[in-house]
Each structure stands twice: as structure tokens, then as C-alpha cells.
């Protein structure tokens, strides 16, 4: 048994790191992700954390350092966020097809502008196309446990990609509970012997050529930029094999079992369902509980645990199980004038054999908390569509007057 | 012509001045072990060893001063010949040997040097540290040319391409127990890394970006450190991922200390892309991005001063280099090399680009060697734990900068008044630099930055 | 009419070096070496050692005799130009022949610079510049008892020290109050000219000769001071002037010599060169240009001329003349390269100073900021060559400043066999 302590989720994030024992870890400080940058270089300070500790002059640098490291074999961290990621953007997108193992925390935030330095998934959900694993976490227990398996997914032989263990800015950067930090042998023996670099590697007794030019039309090249395209692909689908085996071992090991691609919450018997990713989870759970024992509504909760790759068939069938759904989003895709996370469903059902009615809510911008009581309407909304009501054409923006 | 005579040559830091070189020469030639008549001499002086012995030069200076036609070079052997009957001993010589090769010996009143004991030295077979070896001139000189080339042949630099030049040296010289980062540029462009998974580099080769070089280096350095490995990082970094987007990584990796050789090779602009404008672009130069027409006249500002700018992060070592000066250059690797164990080693070369700055291939050493002898571009090394700047290759008479730029097809359109100012840019340049040679005024700048 | 692409008039330390220049690049092209005298090359500096005997008239050459014929180069002995028609390529000798060139050096050298004396005209003596001047000193010395020098210059001291050797009584009249002016400050002529004094020759300086008359076989001085001074036997040696008589209406700019700039081409005209002691050329100390009359300089210009004229692009210009020399004596050995007459109480300058006058020993090295810039030494160890690499190359020694006032030999050895692989 581990011990039980009372931290906030950027604590539990590195209690996390420490227990992986990464080699380097690169942080440079952002809100409101700087706690975890300051716990992770105490850690470091009080020998908690056994890594190099990198504090170089931007996020750019905090990645590329990694994918040196990396690249000679090193286990690594970091963690970012908002205009930090946005910065980052340009070795982040080149470290899945590198396909490095590296594992970051992205502490949600909103983009600017106006500014705002509050929680929002804007950040993370404008990266989403990049090839990166995506996880959200629902509280700060499952962001330590996600940490942790989140390298062991990374480095696995099938995936070999970078991996986002993503929490909200504001509600559990700083929200406390009581978790519990498994013992380190534990864990050691739970990740196993780290290879990081097997794969590709900059090291005098095994040279090569690590991302060689690709000649253009007319010749091999495009055929071979298709077949690294292709084998990234099938890391990202292998990851959402290779997340689930992951968190049953968590599960079996440890004794949490947390869903690794898609959480059905009441679904059984359910009419229709809210659809939740991240931190509002846990309100939407409360709402869903109360609709349905005190008002005997009959509607469940799908939360999406892991957005990237997208575990499209684990949430058409949650989807199947209902008539109706309402996504609330944490971030807006400008593009479609919704959710994107609602989009994505949309697109999903198109696998289903019969398409469902779905609405798009927009929730918890610039840190906004959303409540029970904005359940309560994403329920009343949803149960109107499943009625035979209209489906409106926009979102329903839920703090627009909070 | 061309012969390959032997010569003595000296390996100062195998040597740790037990004499036994000297007592062996004075032995052979004397009958006794008094060091006065020894014909090598090995000395000690703030901690170096240096050598006073003749060095059978190829082009002797001694011979061509003698005015009693008393030494000469024997065709067959290399070695200088003292002919005693002949000797005046009027010490000319001594005056025109730059080695101290040929000395005034006390005891026998006249000039002494070293004859090569017959063919078989014995003061190299008396070295017991190996100090002394015998080889053949051309050997010495092509001592690197042993050394692997870790560059495969015909990778797709231009023709008199000076990036390839400075590659195959660099690689030589460092060897492959490195990491070599290749950021995109003509370094990239000509194929380190390789085409379609064929590598160009016989050494772990990667294309960092543009903008992250040195924090991917430092990267993988500090693991290799952490695991207890030893292995070198060095980049080539072209100027605009070294002066202009790639600056931000290189400056704070610098001033983190992060222990790497930075080579920066400087071709004046974007010349893989199709010639653009970089900050190192020197001021009056035609690109593709500062044209020349009616109202433009190339370049209207003057290069970035990286080096200096280099020099005032604390690196551990910054020099400059032309491979018109290989000796210069190898000299600065080897430091380079050593300093790279403690913290950042920037070099940065000039390097002169027959396609982009529009001038034969043919003249590409010419031109490396004009930028020098105008003092376009001076040589100089700092060294942090000297504390100021030196002149490696001092250029007191310099010639005109017109000599230099008439050699070259991007300063065609320049009239007098871009020349005259170039000319004065230069001479600023060399008084700035003339400060940092004093270790008061790089001391004083540093705590003042 | 004779053509050759490159002509070198004078075979001495110039000419000589020029054509190993040129051969280096071109081991083909066409090399003509016009030589005014009879002999093969030699150098004016073993005349003192052919008066004396020490050396035989036949072994000073400075070449193999084969070693033109190896190098495809025409030696013309006998060859003396006297005129040069720069618009059209040529010269003209003295036998009348004409030769055209592409390219021509001047190495002519310097001729003895004879003082304006009264009655000097008038008088037979003897200079000593060339090998028949040298002959003729030896021939009239076997019937001298007492020479009289005029000049205590280098060829002065040397002439007087070898008269003595062969027997005569010497006097030696310098105008300056001391011996060896271009090479030794006060204290180091001081300790020169008691060697001399030692010996029996007796030296006068700060006289100047103000008439010289002849009676009989003796000539006659009357000095200055108002002391006269006679002897069998007058060398005078005050000094050279450049060999420039032949370019009268060439165009060929001369002052005290030819003006040449950086790389040895002559002003005033194209496709000339001029190097050695008939040159005027840059100084290292950023003084104006001067002729530079010594071995080393003769054989450095000569070089940068040929390389020139050949087109060697490894040239590196001229990077100026200063005074240099080795001087032996009576067993003693003297050197002085750079500003070693530099004195201790001169601003900018920093003098260490060695001085052992019981044991005839004076050492001395001037620096200027962090830079050596002069030094002599009279019976030390130093490395004359050494020294004069330091100053040339102007090698900053601030840094090693202490460890080379302690230990220059170690310090100047250790420092050139580092740019030595
Ligand atoms: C007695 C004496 C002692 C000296 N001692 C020293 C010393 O110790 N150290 C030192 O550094 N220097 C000494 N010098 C000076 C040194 O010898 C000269 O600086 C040096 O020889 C100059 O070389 P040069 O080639 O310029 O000219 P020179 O050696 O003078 O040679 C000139 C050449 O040109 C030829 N020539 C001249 N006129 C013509 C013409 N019109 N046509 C064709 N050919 C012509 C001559 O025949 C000769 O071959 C001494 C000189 C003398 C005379
Ligand atoms: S004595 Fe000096 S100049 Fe002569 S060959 Fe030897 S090293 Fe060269
Ligand atoms: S000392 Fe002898 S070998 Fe040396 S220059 Fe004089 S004559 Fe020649």
C-alpha cells in the first residue's frame, strides 16, 4: 500500500514524475501550470526526483532539450500549456513522427486573446491534430495514476509516441483531495525496464542517419514519407489497444480501475446522455445522479478519457446504448461554430447504424466553473431534442451570463 | 619538388622534460652528456614544453641568409648541412632561424645543428614518452589527412562548395565518437543526413530544426553525462539558424554553459533557399531579398557581430576561422575540443559561397584568403579562462577592402561610398576588437552585462 | 635583342631569393640573372673574412655552380646594366646588348656612400663592397703597417678587427660619439669598443675628419678636434647608398632608393620590382619607407618580390624593416634586432635590462603595450631569430609578460616551436 497525502493535481503530476524516475525533466513556468514546474524542481532539490533538471530560456528549448535526451535514451517530462504549447508548437508537432516517447502535462488553459491566464481546453484541443496521445483527467487521484501509466503507454514497442496527460487549469491545478501515492517498487516494477531509444537514436555505437531527407516527386521519397505516415498512424491506433491493457494492469495492480478510452456512467437503462471530458465530470456525474434518482429522468454521462487517438468504436457503442446526446465542451472549434469535441461525435455517428440527435454545449471558458446547475440545462436541453425538439444549428454557450 | 623529407617532430604534451633527448644528442655528437652540446634543446616556461631544434625546413631560412654559402639542403635526405670550412661564423643564421634550430655552442666557439645523427636520430630513440617522432614533413602536415574523412563521397554540395570543406576537416578532426547536428541549411541541403535512409555522415547525424540546435544537443549531452558516456556534440550551424531564428536556443544554451563545439557556418545569407537576406548578410551585399535597382543597393545595415556577441555570453571558447587557414582552423578545433568538456566552444568560419555570392569555385580560397588580409575577417579566440581576445592571425597592413569585394559577384553594383563605408565598418571593427584584447576591458564588460 | 620573361638584374641575397620564389611556382617559365661583375653570386657581407684570409676568393659563392643549369635559370656574368627603357620592357647593358623582359627586378644592391671631405678626391683609399674591392684592401694591406678606418659602422669594425688580425696598427674615426650607432645603445657600444680598445686598435669618436691630404705613400687626417691622424692605408666605410645610377630618365621612382610599395613593385613605372639593400621600403615601426641595407631584409624582399612577379597568391605583403644583425668580435657575439637602442627613461617603452660589463655581458629587451620590440644582447644565450619572430609577428606576450622577463630564452622557444607542428 502506498501512503494517503492532500495535494492539489500539479503536486499529484509530480508525485507522478517522481515515481516514473525520469531522466530529465525541462520545465519553464507558465499559469497555471507553474506549481508543477516548482514542485517538480523541489522534488528535484530534495532528491525526490533523481533527474537532470533542465531549466532552459522557453518552452521551445524545454522540448527540443528532451528530444536530445530522448534521442540518446533518456525517460522525460515536462509540462506546458496556453501560449507556452503555443510556443512549444514547433518541436511538438515533429516529436510523434520522431516518434519519441516523451511524456508532458498540459495544465489546461484558455487561448488569448483577451487575455486570460484561467483554465479552458482551447490549448490542448487546438494540438490535437499532431499525433500526440491526448488524455483528460477527471481528478487529481487519476492524474497521478495517469502520469505514471502515461510513459508506460509512450515507451510501449506498438506506440512509441509522445504522450498529454492533460488536467484543467485552475480545478485541478489547484484543487486539493486526498490521494494516494503508490509505492515506488511498485511502480518500478509496474513501468519495467525503460528503452527509449531502440528505435531511432543519436549514439556514436549505434549511428545513423536520424531523419534523413525525403527526395521529392519522381523518385522513392513520397512513397517513403507514406510509409512513415502510415506507421505513425498505426501507433495511434495501437495506442488505444495498448491504453487499455495499461489501465487494466493499473487497475489489477493498484485497485483503481479508471476507463481508458471512454467512462458509461448510468447508461444502463438511459434514454440519452451528457458527454463530458476532463474535470466537469464530476458535476456532471452529481447532475446526472440527481436527475435521474430524485427527478427519475432517464439520462446517463459519457466522459471521453482519451481524445487522441480518437477511440471512436468504445464511443459508438456508449453512443448505441442511447436516443440522444448533449456534448459540453471545454474550448470552441471556430471552424464549425461548436464544441470540437461535438463535431468529432457528430462525425462518429456516421458508424452508427442509426444516427442520434446531439447538442453542442460550450462550458467553463477563462476558468468558469461549470456547476450542477449547468447540467441541469444541458439534461433539460438534451431531454427536449430526444423529445422530437429542433436541433439548433449553434451552441448553447453556458456562462454567457455567469 | 613534392619530395616527402623527414623531420623531427615534437608532441609537447607527451613531454615532461626529462632531458634524456638532450644528453643522448650531445652524447652521440660530443662524446659527453653536457647539454652544451646538444642540438635539441627542450625547455620548460609557464608550464609548456617547447622544442629548440631545426626543423630541415622545406623553404630554410638559414640557407638563404648564410652568405658564406655554408649551409644547404641536401636533395637527398632533406637534412640542412653545416659545412664547418665554410662557416664564417658571422651568426647570421641564428638571427634568420625562427626555431632557434641552429645555436652558438660555448665550448666549440662556433654554430651547431642538428645533421640527423646519419639517418637514425638519436634522440628520438632515447624519448621514452614518445615526444619525439620521426616523419616524414608531408606526414605532419597531413597528419588530419589520416584521419577518417566521416564524410561519405560525393554528398550534393555545389561545385568549390566551402560548407563541404569545412565539414570533412571539422569531422576529421573531432572524429565519431560525437552526435552531429545538422540544422536546415546548406549543411542539410548537401545531404549529412542522407537521402531516402542512405546517411552522408558516418557518425550519428540528425537535422535538429532550424530554430533548436543547440537545446537538442545540449539535450542529449547532458543524458550521455548522466549515464557516465563521453561523447562529443557538435553542430553546423548555418548563420540563420545561428544568428536569426536559431539564436534564442544558441543564447541560452550558452549561458547555461551546455557543453558542446557550435560551428556556425557563416555563408552571409539563406543560400540554400535561393540566396535570402540573414542578419550576418554584410552590408552593400546584393540577395535575392536585398536587390539592386534604382532605389535599393543590396544590404543598407551591417552583419550581426555573432562571434563578440558569443564572446560576451562567457563562453568557454569562441574563435573565428577560414579554411583558407586550415592550420588556424585544426589549432582552434583542438581547443574547441578540449574546451567543449567544460562548457560551449563557438566557432564561428567564414565561408565563402561560389553559388550565391557569385564568384568562380576556383577562387574560393583566394577569397577566404583576401576576407583575412583586408581584415574583413579578422582571426581571433578568446579563451574564458584567459579572459580576452588574441589575434591568431594579426593583419597590421591590411589590404584594401576593394581587393576583396572586386572578387566577388554580389558586390558588383557597389560605387564609392558603400566601399568607403565597408572600409570604415572594417576599420571600426578591428579597433573594437582591439579593445577585447586587453583582459581589463573583457573583464570590465562582463560585469557590466 | 635578348628576352626573358623574367629578368633579375644583381645575383646577390635579393636576386637569389626572388628566383627561388618564382621557381617554387613556375619551375619552367624563362629566368635571366644579369650580374655586373665577373664572378659567380656572393655576398658583400664575407668580404671582412676575404680580407682577413679566413676565407678563400674562390669558396665564398653562395651557389653550386650547377644548380642555375638545374634550374633552367640563364646566369649572365659580367652583365651590367646601364639603362632602363620601362615603356618598352628593356634594359641596356654596358656591352650595348639589349634585353627585353615581361618582368624585371631591380636587386642591384648599394654602393659605399663616400663622405664630402676635402682632399679626399685626391687621395687613393679603399672601400670595401665588392670582391675586387676586397682583393685590393687584402693586396695593399701586405704592404700597410697602419690602416686608418673612417666609419665605425658594421663593415667599419669588421674591416678593422681583420687588419689588426693581419698585422697593421688600426685607428678607427667615427664622427658620433660612439661605435656601432644603428645596432647598440651607449652602454652596449661602450662594452664593444673596450674589446676593441683591449686589443690595441684605438677608436675615435665624436670626430669628424675635416681634410685629408696624401704625401708620399701616407695619407693625412686633420680632424675636428684639431688632432691629425696619418696612416698607409685608408678604408673608407661610411656608410652605402643604393645603386640606383642606371635608372636616371627610366621613370623608376628613387629617392634615397627605388620606392617600392608592399609587395616590392617600384613606383613610377609597371612590371618593375626592386628588393634589397636598393630599396626603399616600408618600415615596421610605422616609420616612412627607408633602405633597409641588411642580409635578412635583402632575402625577405627579394621573396615577396618573386612571389610577385609570379603571381603567388600565398603572398603576404611586407610587413616593414627594421634593423637586425648579428656582429661577432673578437670572439665575442653581439646581436640587435628591432628598437634595442631604446633607453630606460623613454614613455611607452618597458626596458629589461641585464648588465654584467666584469663578465662582458649586457642583455636587453624593450617592450611597447604587451609587445616585444627590441632586443640585444652581447654574449648572452638568447635566440636572435627567435626575438625577431616575436616582434615581427607581433606576438602578444601580456599575458606571459612575467614568465618571459624571467625566462625569455625558455619563454621565446616554447612560444615558436608552438606555431612550429
Ligand atoms: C663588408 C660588408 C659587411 C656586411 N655585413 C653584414 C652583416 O654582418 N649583416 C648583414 O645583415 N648585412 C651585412 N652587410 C650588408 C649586406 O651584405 C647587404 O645588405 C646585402 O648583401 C644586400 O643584398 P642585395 O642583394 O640587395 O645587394 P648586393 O649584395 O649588394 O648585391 C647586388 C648585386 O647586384 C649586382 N649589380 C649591381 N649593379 C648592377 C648593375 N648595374 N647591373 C647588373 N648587376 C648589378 C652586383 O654585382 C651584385 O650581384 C654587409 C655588407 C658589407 C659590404
Ligand atoms: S636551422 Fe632553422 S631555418 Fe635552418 S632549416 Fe633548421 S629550422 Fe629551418
Ligand atoms: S654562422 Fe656560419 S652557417 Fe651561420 S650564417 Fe654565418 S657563415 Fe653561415
Known amino acids: ?402 | 619538388m613534392g619530395k616527402g623529407y623527414k623531420t623531427i617532430a615534437f608532441y609537447p604534451q607527451r613531454c615532461d622534460g626529462c632531458q634524456k633527448c638532450v644528453e643522448a644528442c650531445s652524447e652521440f655528437h660530443a662524446g659527453s652528456t653536457d647539454p652544451v652540446h646538444s642540438r635539441i634543446k627542450v625547455v620548460e616556461a609557464g608550464g609548456a614544453f617547447g622544442l629548440a631544434l631545426c626543423r630541415q625546413c622545406g623553404e630554410p631560412q638559414c640557407v638563404m641568409n648564410c652568405p658564406a654559402g655554408a649551409l644547404e639542403k641536401d636533395t637527398e635526405t632533406g637534412v640542412i648541412k653545416w659545412d664547418r670550412d665554410r662557416c664564417v661564423n658571422c651568426h647570421i643564421c641564428t638571427l634568420a632561424c625562427p626555431y632557434a634550430g641552429i645555436t652558438y655552442n660555448v665550448v666549440s666557439e662556433e654554430v651547431m645543428k642538428c645533421d640527423f645523427c646519419e639517418g637514425d636520430p638519436a634522440c628520438v630513440k632515447a624519448c621514452p614518452l614518445g615526444a619525439l617522432e620521426l616523419k616524414r614533413g608531408a606526414e605532419i602536415f597531413n597528419e588530419w589527412a589520416e584521419l577518417e574523412d566521416l564524410v561519405v563521397p560525393g554528398i550534393s554540395a555545389c561545385l568549390g562548395c566551402n560548407s563541404e570543406l569545412v565539414l570533412r576537416h571539422t569531422l576529421r578532426r573531432v572524429g565519431s565518437n560525437v552526435v552531429v547536428a545538422t540544422p536546415p541549411g546548406c549543411m542539410a541541403g548537401v545531404g549529412t543526413v542522407g537521402v531516402n535512409g542512405k546517411t552522408g555522415v558516418k557518425a550519428p547525424v540528425f537535422h535538429p530544426l532550424l530554430t533548436n540546435t543547440a537545446a537538442m544537443l545540449a539535450g542529449a549531452k547532458r543524458y550521455y553525462k548522466r549515464i557516465g558516456r563521453d561523447v562529443t556534440m557538435i553542430a553546423f550551424g548555418g548563420d540563420g539558424g545561428t544568428a536569426d531564428v536559431g539564436f534564442q536556443s544558441l543564447s541560452g544554451a550558452a549561458e547555461r554553459g551546455e557543453q558542446m563545439i557550435y560551428i556556425c557556418v557563416d555563408n552571409e545569407g539563406y543560400m540554400n533557399t535561393g540566396v535570402q537576406r540573414s542578419s550576418t548578410t554584410p552590408y552593400g551585399a546584393w540577395t535575392s531579398t536585398t536587390p539592386v535597382g534604382t532605389v535599393l543597393r543590396g544590404k543598407s545595415r551591417d552583419a550581426k557581430p555573432m562571434p563578440l556577441l558569443m564572446v560576451m555570453h562567457n563562453c568557454e571558447y569562441v574563435a573565428t576561422a577560414s579554411t583558407a587557414f586550415m592550420e588556424d582552423y585544426y589549432r582552434k578545433l583542438e581547443k574547441a575540443i578540449e574546451a567543449a568538456r567544460r562548457g560551449m566552444a563557438y566557432i564561428h568560419v567564414f565561408s565563402p559561397c561560389p553559388t550565391g555570392w557569385r564568384f568562380p569555385p576556383s577562387k574560393l580560397i583566394e577569397v577566404g584568403r583576401k576576407a583575412v588580409q583586408t581584415n574583413i575577417v579578422p582571426l581571433w579566440e578568446y579563451e574564458n579562462r584567459v579572459g580576452r581576445i588574441r589575434f591568431t592571425h594579426p593583419v597590421e597592413n591590411p589590404l584594401p577592402v576593394a581587393e576583396y569585394l572586386s572578387l566577388i559577384g554580389k558586390f558588383r553594383h557597389l560605387d564609392e561610398e558603400q566601399i568607403a563605408h565597408i572600409q570604415a565598418q572594417t576599420q571600426r571593427k578591428i579597433e573594437v576588437l582591439k579593445k577585447f584584447t586587453s583582459e581589463q576591458t573583457t573583464t570590465t564588460l562582463h560585469h557590466a552585462a | 635583342m635578348f628576352h626573358s620573361k623574367y629578368l633579375i638584374v644583381g645575383a646577390s641575397h635579393a636576386g637569389l631569393s626572388a628566383l627561388d620564389a618564382i621557381r617554387l611556382i613556375e619551375p619552367e617559365g624563362e629566368v635571366t640573372l644579369l650580374c655586373a661583375e665577373s664572378t659567380p653570386p656572393y655576398s658583400p657581407t664575407i668580404l671582412p673574412y676575404v680580407v682577413s684570409g679566413e676565407v678563400r676568393a674562390e669558396e665564398v659563392f653562395l651557389r653550386r655552380s650547377d644548380r642555375f643549369e638545374r634550374m633552367g635559370v640563364r646566369f649572365e656574368a659580367g652583365a651590367r646594366v646601364v639603362s632602363v627603357q620601362a615603356g618598352d620592357h628593356s634594359v641596356e647593358l654596358e656591352s650595348g646588348e639589349k634585353w627585353e623582359y615581361e618582368k624585371l627586378l631591380l636587386a642591384t644592391g648599394a654602393a659605399p656612400s663616400i663622405p664630402r671631405i676635402e682632399g679626399l678626391e685626391g687621395v687613393s683609399y679603399h672601400v670595401l663592397r665588392t670582391l675586387e674591392d676586397a682583393e685590393k684592401l687584402r693586396a695593399a694591406m701586405s704592404a700597410a703597417k697602419e690602416a686608418i678606418v673612417l666609419g665605425a659602422g658594421l663593415i667599419g669594425m669588421h674591416a678593422a678587427e681583420n687588419m689588426l688580425k693581419a698585422g697593421l696598427k688600426v685607428r678607427v674615426v667615427e664622427a658620433l660619439d660612439q661605435v656601432l650607432p644603428a645596432y647598440f645603445d651607449p652602454r652596449g657600444a661602450d662594452l664593444i669598443e673596450r674589446a676593441f680598445l683591449e686589443q690595441g686598435i684605438e677608436i675615435l669618436t665624436g670626430e669628424r675628419v675635416e681634410g685629408v691630404a696624401q704625401s708620399g705613400g701616407r695619407v693625412e687626417l686633420s680632424l675636428s678636434s684639431g688632432k691629425t691622424l696619418s696612416g698607409d692605408l685608408l678604408l673608407v666605410s661610411t656608410g652605402v647608398k643604393p645603386r640606383t645610377e642606371y635608372l636616371k630618365g627610366s621613370g623608376v621612382e628613387v629617392e634615397e632608393g627605388v620606392v617600392v610599395d608592399d609587395r616590392m613593385r617600384a613606383g613610377g613605372v609597371e612590371d618593375v620590382w626592386a628588393a634589397g639593400d636598393v630599396a626603399q621600403a616600408r618600415g615596421f615601426f610605422g616609420d616612412s619607407k627607408r633602405v633597409n641595407a641588411t642580409v635578412l631584409s635583402a632575402v625577405e624582399q627579394g621573396r615577396i618580390a618573386g612571389m610577385d612577379m609570379v603571381g603567388d597568391s600565398a603572398l603576404q605583403p611586407y610587413g616593414g624593416g627594421m634593423a637586425v644583425n648579428t656582429y661577432t668580435f673578437f670572439k665575442h657575439r653581439a646581436f640587435s634586432v628591432g628598437m634595442g637602442k631604446v633607453s630606460e627613461s623613454e614613455d611607452d617603452f618597458e626596458v629589461d635590462q641585464v648588465y654584467l660589463p666584469s663578465s662582458f655581458c649586457y642583455q636587453k629587451l624593450v617592450f611597447s603595450g604587451g609587445y616585444l620590440v627590441g632586443a640585444s644582447g652581447i654574449n648572452t644565450e638568447l635566440d636572435p631569430g627567435v626575438l625577431y619572430q616575436l616582434i615581427r609577428r607581433k606576438v602578444n606576450l601580456e599575458e606571459e609578460k612575467g614568465v618571459f622577463s624571467a625566462k625569455p630564452l625558455e619563454m621565446g622557444r616554447v612560444l615558436m616551436s608552438q606555431v612550429w607542428r
Open chain 1, 1 to 402: 500500500m502506498g501512503k494517503v497525502i492532500v495535494c492539489d493535481g500539479n503536486e499529484a503530476a509530480a508525485w507522478g514524475v517522481a515515481l516514473a524516475r525520469p531522466d530529465m525533466v525541462a520545465v519553464y513556468p507558465i499559469t497555471p501550470q507553474s506549481s508543477l514546474a516548482e514542485y517538480i524542481s523541489q522534488f528535484v532539490a530534495d532528491g525526490i526526483i533523481k533527474a537532470d533538471l533542465m531549466d532552459v530560456e522557453g518552452e521551445h528549448s524545454v522540448l527540443s532539450v528532451l528530444q536530445g535526451a530522448a534521442l540518446a535514451g533518456a525517460r522525460t517530462f515536462t509540462a506546458s500549456c496556453g501560449q507556452g504549447l503555443a510556443f512549444m508548437f514547433e518541436p511538438y508537432f515533429r516529436t510523434p513522427p520522431l516518434r519519441l516517447p516523451i511524456v508532458m502535462s498540459i495544465v489546461t488553459r484558455d487561448g488569448i486573446t483577451p487575455q486570460s491566464v484561467w483554465g479552458g481546453q482551447q490549448d490542448a484541443m487546438t494540438v490535437r491534430e499532431t499525433g500526440w496521445v491526448h488524455m483528460h483527467c477527471e481528478n487529481v487521484q487519476e492524474v497521478l495514476d495517469t502520469v505514471i501509466m502515461a510513459f508506460k503507454i509512450a515507451e510501449h514497442r506498438d506506440v512509441m509516441l509522445p504522450v498529454n496527460v492533460n488536467h484543467d487549469g485552475n480545478y485541478l491545478s489547484y484543487g486539493v483531495e486526498k490521494v494516494e501515492v503508490p509505492d515506488q517498487e511498485e511502480v518500478d516494477v509496474f513501468l519495467g525496464e525503460k528503452n527509449v531509444n531502440w528505435h531511432v537514436a543519436l549514439d556514436p555505437e549505434r549511428p545513423m542517419g536520424v531523419d534523413p531527407l525525403t527526395g521529392g516527386a519522381g523518385g522513392i521519397g513520397p512513397s517513403l514519407f507514406v510509409k512513415y505516415r502510415k506507421g505513425l498512424c498505426r501507433g495511434m491506433q495501437n495506442a488505444l489497444r495498448v491504453i487499455e491493457e495499461v489501465h487494466r494492469e493499473w487497475g489489477e495492480r493498484f485497485g483503481r480501475k479508471w476507463a481508458p478510452l471512454v467512462e458509461e456512467y448510468r447508461l444502463d437503462g438511459a434514454d440519452y446522455a451528457v458527454v463530458t471530458i476532463g474535470s466537469m465530470s464530476g458535476a456532471g456525474k452529481d447532475a446526472v445522479d440527481m436527475a435521474r434518482d430524485e427527478e427519475g429522468k432517464r439520462v446517463g454521462l459519457i466522459k471521453m478519457k482519451t481524445f487522441r487517438p480518437f477511440p471512436r468504436k468504445a464511443l459508438c457503442e456508449a453512443l448505441s446504448k442511447v436516443k440522444a446526446a448533449g456534448v459540453v465542451d471545454r474550448s470552441v472549434s471556430f471552424g464549425w461554430n461548436s464544441g470540437p469535441m461535438y463535431q468529432e461525435i457528430l462525425s462518429s455517428m456516421y458508424f452508427l447504424s442509426t444516427p442520434i440527435p446531439a447538442i453542442s454545449f460550450i462550458g467553463g471558458l477563462a476558468g468558469a466553473d461549470i456547476t450542477v446547475d449547468h447540467f441541469r440545462r444541458v439534461i433539460d436541453e438534451t431531454q427536449r431534442v430526444l423529445e422530437g425538439g429542433e436541433v439548433a444549428s449553434e451552441p448553447i454557450w453556458l456562462n454567457e451570463s455567469t
